[in-house]
């Protein structure tokens, strides 16, 4: 699958240089990835693009296992990425630029909120960096980590009584209830990640 789409890359490139589209072309992280100092898998990252970074694309070159990297710069630096982690933001709608700034807004509030509570337990921190939920979290970690819920209940099972339900929407916005004992998670419905 990869030597294909390395091979579209290419094609797309070219492509895109004959009909006048060369380099530079502003670009999209459509997902966390590592920016690397040389086109080569298995070394040390020299710096990281978050989803949703911006960056220029530079030039494209292939490795000799025909995996395409793209030679970026970005506001954090300059190096190389793997093609299917960047996608050409010619067409980049302000819905893309909206999704950014709010996961802006959203990790600056977690990590204001980290800072605020170092007694935090070490898996609870990297829970809350990575957007994600664990079992045995507080509501207050829970808030930290995806937000206030888009709705709270109170629910019964049988066998373990009532307990509290948060109610949120994932990516997909697809819905995940968290469940509550005596404050702490005990179970989730659907990601972990929001």
């Known amino acids: 699958m990869s030597f294909y789409w390395?091979?579209?890359?290419?094609?797309?490139?070219?492509?895109?240089?004959q009909a006048g589209k060369g380099f530079p072309r502003k670009a999209l992280a459509v997902k966390s990835t590592a920016r690397y100092a040389k086109p080569v898998e298995g070394t040390l990252p020299a710096g990281y693009l978050d989803k949703y970074d911006t960056c220029l694309v530079e030039s494209l070159a292939v490795d000799s296992t025909g995996a395409a990297w793209f030679r970026i710069t970005a506001e954090n630096g300059n190096g190389w990425v793997h093609a299917n982690d960047v996608r050409y933001a010619?067409?980049?709608?302000d819905s893309h630029i909206a999704q950014r700034k709010e996961s802006d807004e959203d990790r600056?509030?977690?990590?204001?909120?980290?800072?605020?509570?170092?007694?935090w337990p070490r898996r609870i921190v990297r829970a809350v960096r990575k957007?994600?939920?664990?079992?045995?979290?507080?509501?207050?970690?829970?808030?930290?980590?995806?937000?206030?819920?888009?709705?709270v209940d109170t629910a019964f099972?049988?066998?373990?009584?009532?307990y509290r339900a948060w109610f949120y929407h994932d990516s997909d916005a697809k819905p995940v209830v968290v469940s509550f004992v005596?404050?702490?998670?005990?179970?989730?419905?659907?990601?972990?990640?929001?």
């Open 131 to 151: 957007c994600s939920i664990c079992m045995n979290m507080t509501r207050e970690q829970v808030k930290a980590s995806w937000g206030a819920p888009a709705h």
């Open 182 to 194: 005596d404050g702490r998670v005990i179970g989730w419905s659907g990601n972990t990640g929001k």
């Open 90 to 93: 010619a067409e980049l709608d």
């Open 6 to 17: 390395s091979m579209f890359c290419i094609l797309c490139a070219a492509i895109s240089a």
């Open 108 to 119: 600056i509030r977690r990590l204001k909120t980290l800072r605020n509570h170092p007694e």
């Open 157 to 162: 099972i049988l066998g373990l009584g009532f």
